[in-house]
C-alpha cells in the first residue's frame, strides 16, 4: 500500500490504494478511542478495557490474515503491550521516582537551592536550571512537587506573584523531560513502539542534541518572556496565601547527646530545625522568649514550635522521638499495636494523617497525653487552632472543638481511629513519613540506574526494574508503596494505545494514514514532511496525553519515513520531541494541573502563555532539523 515514485524521484500522489474493510475499522476505533479520551465522560480506565475487549472482538469477526493465512491480531498479540518493555520501565521508573521523593532526596536538592544567597533573580534561573537538568533524567512529576514549595517562597521572598513562577515551573521540567530517553516515560514508549514496528529502539542519548537545541529556545522563553504574559497578581496575595498554610503547634526536649545540644541561634533560627518557628524556650522552669540571638541550646530546654505539617514531617524523620508529648519515648514511634502484629510487614509503616475534633466529641477538654493515643502506637506531632496561634506548653493545652491534631502511627492503628467518633480523621490526609535515613541509599541506587544505562553497560528496561527491586528488598519502599506509586490509568491507557498501534500497523492504516498526509500536505520534500508532521502531533497532545499521543502517532511517522525513504528515527524523534510540547492546556501535562492552583491560573493562561511556546518550539525544531540533521 505505498507510495510510488516518478521518474524525477518525486512522490506520486495520483493513485493511492484502496483501504480495506479493517483499515477503516481499525481507523474508526482509533477515532472513537481519541473522542472518549478527550471527552472525559468515562473514565480512563473503562474506556481503556472497553476499547482492549471491542478490538478483540472486532478483529476475531473480521481477522487480518499474514502470508501464511493466521490472524496477526488475535488476543494475546493485542494484549502484548501490557507486557511491553517500555511500559514495564515506565512502571519501574515511578517506583524509582516514588523512592527518590518518600526519602527526601530530591528535598535536599530542593532546599540547597532554595538556601543559597543570591539576588532573587538569580536564585528564580538557578532554580528552574535544576529543575530542567533534573527532569531529564527523573520523572518530573515529582521533581515538580518538590521545587514547587521553593519557587513559591522565592517569589513571597523577591515580592513576585506565584502566578510569575508556577507555569515556568511546569514548563521547564517538561523541556528537560525532551532531552534523553529517560525524561519522561512519553520517550520510552516512542522508542517502544518503534521496536513494535520491527525497528531498532532508541539509545539514550539518540534525541539529545536536537532535544537540547529544542529545550534551550524554550528555556529562554519561559525564564525572558513567559512571566510577562501570565497575570500579575500582587505580591502580597502570594505572601497572603503562602501564610494560609496550617501552623502546628509541638513541643520537643532537648536530650543529652542530641542533633540539637549546644546548637546556637543564628538570626533566631536554629540549623537542625529549618522552617519551625520557636516561640518559646523553657529553662529550668524559667520562660527564655524570642529574639534568640546566640542563645544556645542545653539538654534539658523544653521547645514550644510551630511548623508547617511538611516542616514538622521532616524534623520527626530526621530526629526520630524529639516531637512528641511529654515523656514519649523514641521506641513509641515504631510500636505495633496488638491488631498490627502478625499482618503485613506494610502495616507498620509510620504515616501521618490529620485528625479534627468534633463539636460532641468527649475529648473536648482533654489535654493531649489524656487522650491514650500512645497505647494503640498514635503520637501526636503537633495542634492546630484556627482562631488563634497557641503559645504556651502542650501539656497545658485543653483541646476545643474544631482543633486539628497531626498524627503518627503505623497504618493500622490509624485504620482502627477512622471508626472513633470524637476524633475524625481527614479523608485524604494520609501521607507516609519521609524515611530520610534512606536517602543516599535511594539516590545511589538511581545514579547507578542512570550511569548503567547511559553508558550502554545494561538496556534500560534492565537497570530500571532491577532498581526498583532493590530499593524495594532493602527497605527503601514498602511493597505497598511501591505498587501504590504505579498509575494504573497510565497503565491501561498506554497498553490500549499499544494494542492500537499494534492494529494500524497490521492492518496498514498507518500507511494509509501516512500516504493521505502526504497527500494533503503535497510534494514538500522529506523536510517539509517532517516539520508537518511535528506540528501535527504538537497540537493533539495538547487534547489528548501526551503519552497516548506518542503511541499512536509513532507508527504513523515510521509510515511517514518509509515512503520518503528517511530513517524511521527521526520521525520517532519528532514524536517525542511534539508529544512533550503539551503548553497550550492545562489536561495536556499533568504537571501543568499540578500548578494550576498555586499559580491561580484559568484555562485561557495555559493558551496565552503556551501556544506562543508551542509555534517557538515549532520553528525551532525545523531549524534544527536543517542544522543537525542536515534535511
Same mark, same amino acid.
Given at each position: 500500500m505505498g507510495l510510488g515514485r516518478n521518474d524525477e524521484g518525486r512522490v506520486d500522489y495520483a493513485n493511492i490504494a484502496a483501504a480495506t474493510p479493517q483499515v477503516w475499522l481499525t481507523l474508526a476505533l482509533l477515532g472513537l478511542a481519541l473522542g472518549l479520551y478527550v471527552s472525559e465522560k468515562l473514565p480512563v480506565e473503562v474506556v481503556s478495557i472497553g476499547m482492549l475487549s471491542v478490538m478483540m472482538l472486532a478483529f476475531h469477526l473480521f481477522p487480518v490474515?499474514?502470508?501464511?493465512?493466521?490472524?496477526? =491480531?488475535?488476543?494475546?498479540?493485542?494484549?502484548?503491550?501490557?507486557?511491553?518493555?517500555?511500559?514495564?520501565?515506565v512502571m519501574a521508573l515511578l517506583v524509582v521516582a516514588e523512592a527518590l521523593s518518600r526519602t527526601g532526596a530530591l528535598d535536599k536538592l530542593a532546599d540547597g537551592v532554595g538556601h543559597l544567597r543570591l539576588p532573587?533573580?538569580?536564585?528564580?534561573?538557578?532554580?528552574?536550571?535544576?529543575?530542567?537538568?533534573?527532569?531529564?533524567?527523573?520523572?518530573?512529576?515529582?521533581?515538580?512537587?518538590?521545587?514547587?514549595?521553593?519557587?513559591?517562597? +522565592?517569589?513571597?521572598?523577591?515580592?513576585?506573584?506565584?502566578?510569575? &513562577? +508556577?507555569?515556568?515551573?511546569?514548563? &521547564?521540567?517538561?523541556? @528537560?523531560?525532551?532531552?534523553?530517553?529517560?525524561?519522561?516515560?512519553?520517550?520510552?514508549?516512542?522508542?517502544?513502539?518503534?521496536?513494535?514496528?520491527?525497528?531498532?529502539?532508541?539509545? *539514550?542519548?539518540?534525541?539529545?542534541?536536537?532535544?537540547?537545541?529544542?529545550? %534551550?529556545? !524554550? *528555556?529562554?522563553?519561559?525564564?525572558?518572556?513567559?512571566?510577562?504574559?501570565?497575570?500579575?497578581?500582587? $505580591?502580597?496575595?502570594? @505572601?497572603?496565601?503562602? !501564610?494560609?498554610?496550617?501552623?502546628?503547634?509541638?513541643?520537643?526536649?532537648?536530650?543529652?547527646?542530641?542533633?540539637? /545540644?549546644?546548637?546556637? $541561634?543564628?538570626? @533566631?533560627?536554629?540549623?537542625?530545625?529549618?522552617?519551625?518557628?520557636?516561640?518559646?524556650?523553657?529553662?529550668?522552669?524559667?520562660?527564655?522568649?524570642?529574639?534568640?540571638?546566640?542563645?544556645?541550646?542545653?539538654?534539658?530546654? /523544653?521547645?514550644?514550635?510551630?511548623?508547617?505539617?511538611?516542616?514538622?514531617?521532616?524534623?520527626?524523620a530526621r530526629l526520630p522521638g524529639l516531637l512528641s508529648v511529654p515523656d514519649a519515648k523514641e521506641d513509641d514511634f515504631d510500636a505495633?499495636?496488638?491488631?498490627?502484629?502478625?499482618?503485613?510487614?506494610? %502495616?507498620? /509503616?509510620? &504515616?501521618?494523617?490529620?485528625? +479534627?475534633?468534633?463539636?460532641?466529641?468527649?475529648?473536648?477538654?482533654?489535654?493531649?497525653?489524656?487522650?491514650?493515643?500512645?497505647?494503640?502506637? &498514635?503520637?501526636?506531632?503537633?495542634? /492546630?487552632?484556627?482562631?488563634? +496561634?497557641?503559645?504556651?506548653?502542650?501539656?497545658?493545652?485543653?483541646?476545643?472543638?474544631?482543633?486539628?491534631?497531626? =498524627?503518627?502511627?503505623?497504618?493500622?492503628?490509624?485504620?482502627?481511629l477512622r471508626a472513633e467518633r470524637d476524633l475524625v480523621v481527614v479523608s485524604g490526609s494520609a501521607g507516609s513519613l519521609p524515611k530520610v535515613h534512606h536517602a543516599r541509599r535511594a539516590a545511589f541506587v538511581f545514579l547507578s540506574m542512570v550511569a548503567l544505562s547511559a553508558f550502554g553497560v545494561l538496556p534500560i528496561a534492565i537497570a530500571a526494574l532491577g532498581a526498583a527491586t532493590i530499593l524495594v528488598a532493602v527497605g527503601t519502599l514498602t511493597p505497598r508503596q511501591a505498587i501504590r506509586a504505579i498509575d494504573t490509568k497510565v497503565v491501561l491507557m498506554v497498553g490500549n494505545a499499544l494494542a492500537l498501534g499494534e492494529a494500524m500497523d497490521a492492518t496498514g492504516a498507518a500507511s494509509f494514514l501516512a500516504n493521505h498526509m502526504l497527500a494533503a500536505v503535497g510534494d514538500i520534500g522529506p523536510w517539509g514532511a517532517l516539520v508537518a508532521f511535528f506540528g501535527l502531533v504538537a497540537v493533539a497532545t495538547n487534547v489528548l496525553s501526551n503519552n497516548a499521543t506518542a503511541v499512536l502517532f509513532t507508527p504513523i511517522g515510521v509510515g511517514i519515513a518509509r515512503q520518503l525513504g528517511l530513517d524511521p528515527h527521526l520521525f520517532a524523534i519528532a514524536t517525542i520531541l511534539a508529544s512533550n510540547c503539551s503548553f497550550a492546556t492545562p489536561i495536556g501535562y499533568q504537571t501543568n494541573l499540578l500548578v494550576m492552583g498555586p499559580g491561580h491560573y484559568r484555562f485561557a493562561h495555559y493558551t496565552k502563555a503556551g501556544l506562543p511556546l508551542m509555534l517557538l518550539l515549532w520553528a525551532a525544531f525545523a531549524v534544527g532539523a536543517k542544522v543537525v540533521w542536515g534535511l
Open positions: 490474515a499474514d502470508a501464511a493465512g493466521k490472524n496477526q =491480531l488475535t488476543p494475546g498479540a493485542l494484549l502484548a503491550g501490557f507486557g511491553n518493555p517500555a511500559l514495564l520501565t532573587n533573580w538569580a536564585m528564580l534561573l538557578l532554580a528552574l536550571a535544576v529543575v530542567g537538568v533534573a527532569s531529564a533524567f527523573i520523572n518530573d512529576t515529582p521533581v515538580v512537587v518538590m521545587f514547587l514549595p521553593v519557587l513559591q517562597a +522565592m517569589a513571597q521572598r523577591g515580592g513576585l506573584a506565584s502566578s510569575r &513562577v +508556577m507555569m515556568p515551573l511546569s514548563f &521547564v521540567a517538561i523541556l @528537560g523531560g525532551m532531552t534523553t530517553l529517560i525524561g519522561s516515560s512519553t520517550n520510552l514508549l516512542v522508542s517502544s513502539a518503534l521496536i513494535a514496528q520491527g525497528l531498532p529502539g532508541l539509545d *539514550f542519548f539518540d534525541q539529545t542534541p536536537m532535544g537540547l537545541l529544542v529545550a %534551550a529556545v !524554550g *528555556f529562554v522563553y519561559v525564564v525572558f518572556v513567559m512571566p510577562r504574559l501570565l497575570p500579575k497578581g500582587t $505580591a502580597g496575595l502570594a @505572601g497572603h496565601l503562602l !501564610g494560609q498554610g496550617k501552623q502546628f503547634v509541638s513541643q520537643c526536649t532537648v536530650g543529652a547527646g542530641s542533633a540539637l /545540644e549546644g546548637e546556637t $541561634a543564628a538570626a @533566631g533560627t536554629f540549623r537542625s530545625l529549618p522552617d519551625i518557628t520557636v516561640h518559646l524556650i523553657v529553662r529550668d522552669g524559667r520562660p527564655v522568649y524570642p529574639p534568640y540571638d546566640d542563645v544556645q541550646l542545653l539538654a534539658g530546654d /523544653e521547645l514550644m514550635v510551630a511548623g508547617t505539617r511538611k516542616a514538622l514531617s521532616d524534623v520527626a505495633e499495636p496488638p491488631a498490627a502484629r502478625g499482618r503485613d510487614a506494610s %502495616a507498620g /509503616e509510620r &504515616v501521618l494523617v490529620e485528625a +479534627m475534633i468534633p463539636p460532641t466529641s468527649r475529648f473536648a477538654g482533654f489535654s493531649v497525653d489524656q487522650l491514650g493515643l500512645q497505647r494503640h502506637g &498514635v503520637t501526636v506531632l503537633g495542634i /492546630e487552632r484556627r482562631a488563634r +496561634m497557641i503559645r504556651g506548653p502542650t501539656t497545658e493545652i485543653r483541646l476545643q472543638a474544631g482543633d486539628v491534631l497531626l =498524627l503518627m502511627g503505623p497504618w493500622d492503628a490509624i485504620d482502627q
